[in-house]
Nanobody
Framework: QVQLVESGGGLVQAGDSLRLSCAASGRTFSRHVMGWFRQAPGKDREFVVAFRWNGDWTYYVDSVRGRFTISRENAKNTVYLQMNNLKPAHTAVYYC??????????????????WGQGTQVTVSS
C-alpha cells in the first residue's frame, strides 16, 4: 500500500525559505508521477509542481517557477519541495501526491491516486 508522509511545514516570515519533504513507501516509485499541491483556506486545491520520479521531466506552475524547486533522494524514497522567498500568499496546506498511470504531468488533483495528509505552511508578513 502506497503511503506518502509530508513534513517540514511551519510558521515563517516573508522572505524566509522552507523545505518540505514527502517520504514515499509501499512500492517502487521509479515510474511514478509525483506532485505537490496546496490548498489555502476557502480555496480549491491548487497544483504547484509535478515530476517523473525517473527524472524525465518536471513541470512547475508559472507562479512558483524560479522560486520553488522539486527534487528527490532515491536512497530515502523522498521528494523535496524547496521554497524560497516565501510570501503570505504562499500560506496553505501543502500536499504530496503520486500516481503510476500518467505518462505526463497533470494539474488536476483528481488524476492523482495517492495523497499524503498535508503539512501546513504559514507565512507571516
Amino acid at each position: 500500500q502506497v503511503q506518502l508522509v509530508e513534513s517540514g511545514g511551519g510558521l515563517v516570515q516573508a522572505g524566509d525559505s522552507l523545505r518540505l519533504s514527502c517520504a514515499a513507501s509501499g512500492r517502487t516509485f521509479s515510474r511514478h508521477v509525483m506532485g505537490w499541491f496546496r490548498q489555502a483556506p476557502g480555496k480549491d486545491r491548487e497544483f504547484v509542481v509535478a515530476f517523473r520520479w525517473n527524472g524525465d521531466w518536471t513541470y512547475y506552475v508559472d507562479s512558483v517557477r524560479g522560486r520553488f524547486t522539486i527534487s528527490r533522494e532515491n536512497a530515502k524514497n523522498t521528494v523535496y519541495l524547496q521554497m524560497n522567498n516565501l510570501k503570505p500568499a504562499h500560506t496553505a496546506v501543502y500536499y504530496c501526491a503520486a500516481d503510476q498511470r500518467m505518462t505526463s504531468w497533470s494539474v488536476f488533483a483528481d488524476d492523482y491516486a495517492y495523497w499524503g495528509q498535508g503539512t501546513q505552511v504559514t507565512v507571516s508578513s
